[in-house]
């Protein structure tokens, strides 16, 4: 059975190893960028939900709260970054952590809460979300030179240098 759990400081070094061993995990998902949050910013504070099978990690996400006069308290993941995929990969997975984010969100009196995904099991999760403003990525492959890859680009498209 899958369980979700807020981790506590001295386990942080077993989200961060989990992540590392993920494919889609992003500097975003790393306690480092939680510490750089907090340390530049006062009114952020970072938590992380993960799940666990048999002790072990296999998903989660993190979480911000964002306390703010201006917009209101809000739990965010993630707060300046576009996208930040959960690390969960099944519907049982996604229930647990549901509750959890839930509970928070009921228990620090939110006025939203946002993930900012570009990929996840919503379809298969027949939760009541909405997607509140569809983005468009666009991504490069750097696997050329610098040079190649500018003459690569439309003449219209770039700046000369």
């Known amino acids: 059975m899958k369980k979700a759990v807020w981790l506590e400081t001295d386990q942080l070094h077993l989200w961060d190893a989990f992540i590392l061993e993920q494919p889609k995990g992003m500097i975003y998902h790393l ?20 799940i666990l099978e048999n002790h072990e990690i296999i998903g989660g996400l993190p979480v911000y709260e964002v ?8 739990l965010v993941s993630i707060p300046f970054a576009t996208f930040c995929d959960p690390m969960i990969f099944s519907r049982e997975a996604y229930e647990a952590a549901w509750q959890s984010l839930t509970t ?21 999760t027949n939760f009541h979300a909405r997607i509140a403003a569809p983005y468009r990525h666009h ?3 750097l696997d050329r030179e610098p040079k190649d890859l500018i003459e690569s680009f439309s003449p219209h498209c770039r700046r000369n240098c």
């Open 67 to 74: 306390t703010s006069w201006l917009t209101g308290n809000r």
């Open 104 to 124: 928070l969100y009921e228990r620090r009196h939110s006025s939203y809460l946002e993930v900012r995904a570009r990929h996840c099991l919503y379809e298969e």
């Open 31 to 50: 306690s480092a960028w939680k510490d750089i949050l907090e340390k530049s910013f006062s009114h952020i504070k970072g938590h992380f939900l993960a």
């Open 139 to 141: 991504f490069v492959r």
